[in-house]
């Protein structure tokens, strides 16, 4: 397992520097998150703070957990995750999902808020990234994105393209298509009516064998990343560590060190320097 803290308390510069401060600390990944107004919180635009993190950092993994493409241009955000891969030297993964609807980005501006049309966003999305990301000329005539020929290049330093991670919604089948024909899976569980419910390490597991043999009948190898998310405290290595280990015994490739509630710049310094809760060896 590979362990990640999501960095969402800061400036840009003070992002930046917890990036350096992660990565001096053993952790694997160091992820802002990409939204534009979301109350009156204070938000900074993250391919630009992903831009300062990587010229800080030489090892550690990059991301925004997640972009919702559904408010994008597809063609614009191939180009800035394409230069965010150079300028990390192909550190980047790219999380996307349909994206929350609390951000302002959304309704308040007239993007598209239907689950359907976002969702046909995301798909003809994920196809033009893949698309451009091959350097070829290429061309799309979908229902919502239309290019008629473009060329992209360079390639981007990752191949055959930047890892992609989908926000995946599990019992729903074509939800989970959509993750199994890409690079991993950050998994929403959804009960009978339609609610999130919180995961736990079974139901990862029951994941992780559907994934497994979805790729199989298809035909699909390579590294397949599961990406779960939690606390676990700062002060007590053992208790953090413990925490992590059902989770790595129910097939987890990622843990996201996170709090959506009341971190702090102070807090997120606190747990970094604490370091991954990573099992002894």
Do not use: C
């Not at 290049?153 to 993750?179: C, E, F, L, T, Y």
């Not at 009341?262 to 606190?270: D, H, L, N, P, Y």
Request: hydrophobic share 45%; aromatic share 8%.
């Amino acid at each position: 397992m590979q362990f990640g803290i999501i960095i969402n308390a800061g400036d840009p510069r003070t992002i930046a520097e917890l990036a350096v401060a992660a990565e001096a600390a053993g952790w694997d990944g160091a992820f802002t998150y990409d939204a534009i107004a979301i109350g009156d919180t204070e938000m900074w635009d993250p391919w630009v703070v992903m831009a300062a993190m990587a010229t800080r950092t030489e090892r550690i993994r990059l991301g925004a957990i997640l972009t919702p493409p559904s408010r994008r241009r597809p063609w614009k955000l191939a180009r800035e995750a394409l230069t965010i891969d150079h300028l990390s030297g192909g550190r980047l993964v790219l999380p996307v999902g349909l994206g929350a609807l609390d951000d302002a980005g959304f309704g308040a501006v007239g993007e598209p808020t239907d689950a359907r049309t976002r969702a046909e966003l995301l798909d003809e999305s994920l196809e033009i990234l893949a698309g451009l990301w091959t350097g070829e000329a290429f061309s799309h005539d979908g229902r919502h994105f239309r290019i008629a020929s473009m060329t992209m290049r360079p390639r981007p330093v990752q191949q055959p393209r930047i890892p992609i991670w989908i926000a995946a919604a599990w019992p729903r089948r074509r939800s989970m298509a959509r993750a199994v024909r890409w690079d991993g899976i950050l998994p929403q569980i959804h009960d009978a009516n339609g609610a999130n419910v919180p995961y736990t390490p079974e139901r990862i597991r029951e994941i992780v064998e559907w994934i497994g043999r979805e790729r199989a009948q298809a035909g699909l190898d390579g590294p397949f990343d599961v990406v779960v998310d939690g606390q676990t405290p700062a002060d007590d290595a053992a208790a953090a560590a413990a925490t992590i280990g059902p989770w790595i015994d129910a097939g987890a490739t990622w843990w996201t060190e996170v709090d959506w509630q009341t971190a702090t710049v102070e807090s997120i310094r606190q747990r970094i320097e604490a370091g991954p809760p990573r099992p002894p060896a």
